[in-house]
Each structure stands twice: as C-alpha cells, then as structure tokens.
C-alpha cells in the first residue's frame, strides 16, 4: 500500500489547452519557478526535474510525494486518475517515457538517441511544445552543476535553464529575465539559511549575485 502526500501543482502550463506549439516564454518560465518554490524540483527524478515537470504540466498528470511502504521512503511521483504511473526511461526493452531518448557519450555529453524518439516518449516530448533538440539544451543546462550541495546545484542549474530559455525564445527584456531570477534567489537565499557555515562564490556567468544581499 502507498501512503500519497499531495503537493500543489501547477495548472498554468498548457491550461485548458492541448496544442502542440511551443509555450510563451513567461508559461515555462512560471512553471519550473513555481515547482521550484514548492521545493518540488529534483535533480535524479525524471519525473520531477525540469523536463519532467514540464511533460507532467503539459499532460495534466499530478506530481505527488509518496511515501512507500516497502522502503519507507518518500519520492515525487506522476500520478493519472489515482495511478502511478512508469518511471518515464528506458526499461526492460520498453520505452516509457521522455528520459529513453536521452543518453551520455562516455565524454559525459548528452546526446539524442534517435531510434527511441517513438512512442510515450515522443509523446511526452511533443506535449511540451519544445523539440528535442531544445528540451536536450534545457537538460544539459539544468545538470550543468555537478558539484556541491543538493541545494546549490538545483539552484544553479535553474538559472542556467533561465538562461537557456532566454535564449531559446529570444527575449530581449531583460527586467523580464531579471524578476525571473531574483524570484529564484528568493527561495534559494531561504533554504541556504539552513547552511550559513558555507559562503558560495558569485558566479556571474550565471547572471546572479551574492545571496546575502
């Protein structure tokens, strides 16, 4: 039996619609900063990490903590009319979702594999709005940061997706891309509360500053 603990999800994203053309900017934007907000954003969960929260908003499934009774752990799960449903990879010879078409050279870049770009996977994929090609940018950008805590590199990771979005949908405002981040560094500057004996550097190729301002 598993326990479900609901968290809010976001219904902004593709609300009310189901097409196929790429979401606005300030759409994406709003729901990877909210899932962000609501500590709902993972790093090693494809159902909660930027792209699977973007298939999970544009499908209408529900992302909802659950707590396992076998291992008594708790994960952030997809959820479709009461079902879990499969871990969106590559398993057992069957493609169940958007992660089967990403995978690692041995340099550790990622590239698509285009013979899984089929099925539930080309579904998820397409429900986004994005190509693959920019989901895989939006993916590389979010795992860019392989070092530090948790926290950090979500934290960092999400700002390079802003910056990536930036440029994917070529916004030139940039109090626009401004407002975005500091809403970010809001609620990383209150988790980091929890660690004041470590003092990040300012890493400005990210566009941010010092969190202690």
Avoid at 53 to 80: F, H, P, R
């Amino acid at each position: 039996m598993v326990t479900t603990f609901i968290l809010a999800a976001s219904n902004i994203f593709y609300k009310n619609r189901r097409t196929m053309a790429k979401p606005q900017y300030n759409e994406t934007v709003e729901v990877l900063v909210q899932a962000y907000e609501n500590n709902k954003l993972e790093l090693s969960n494809a159902y909660a990490d930027v792209i699977g929260t973007l298939v999970a908003a544009a499908l209408g499934y529900e992302i909802k903590l659950v707590l396992s009774d076998t291992s008594g752990k708790e994960s952030l799960v997809w959820m479709n009319n009461g079902m879990v449903l499969p871990y969106p990879n590559y398993s057992d010879g069957k493609i169940n979702g958007w992660l089967a078409v990403f995978f690692y050279h041995a340099d550790n870049t990622l590239f698509i594999k285009k013979e899984c770009l089929r099925g539930e996977a080309l579904k998820q994929i397409h429900a986004t709005g994005y190509k693959a090609t920019e989901l895989l940018q939006i993916l590389e950008a979010f795992r860019s940061q392989d070092c530090g805590l948790r926290e950090d590199r979500i934290y960092y990771g999400l700002i390079k997706v802003l910056d990536t979005l930036e440029k994917i949908h070529l916004i030139s405002d940039k109090d626009l891309v401004e407002n975005n981040i500091s809403r970010v560094k809001v609620h990383y500057k209150h988790l980091r509360a929890a660690f004041p004996e470590t003092n990040l550097l300012v890493n400005k190729q990210l566009k941010t500053v010092n969190v202690s301002q």
